[in-house]
């Protein structure tokens, strides 16, 4: 089936099967690979990207349903060719480590940035709870929301 999928601002066609999963559409067929799997059960959130605003699990979210949709993934954060604030900040308080989780930290915390322009520490530890990181104790990654608002 072409699914019409608004990417990053880009209009993308692709030849995918409705039920293959949108983050095997974004890695696979469109090739942007910052996005990562890391359960594939959608408890980890490496994965998450924004679906029409919403931070969703992409390996949870079948095809069929971005379609006609818009879709934001760490790619479509920096413009410009400048990195978003948020990646700055990760790559600066050392918020970053293996990079698994990151594009999926970053994501989230967009999304918590975006309703909560200066969310507190529990806000900030809320709003990044569907995200799992095994490298870090997670204070860097909260520096780096705190950093970043």
Sequence with gaps: MILKIKVNGKLRKVDAHPMARLLDVLREDLALTGTKEGCGEGECGAC??????????SCLVPAIQADG????????????GRLH??????????????????PGMIMASASLLAKKKRPNEAEIREGLAGNLCRCTGYAKIFESVRSAR
Excluded at 69 to 80: M, N
Excluded at 90 to 101: L, P, S
């Design 69 to 80: 949709a818009t879709v934001k993934t760490i790619e479509g954060l920096a413009s410009d």
């Design 85 to 102: 604030r948020l990646q700055e900040e990760f790559m600066k308080c050392g918020g970053a480590q293996c990079g698994i989780c990151t």
């Design 48 to 57: 998450s990207v924004m679906l029409d605003g919403a931070l969703v699990n």
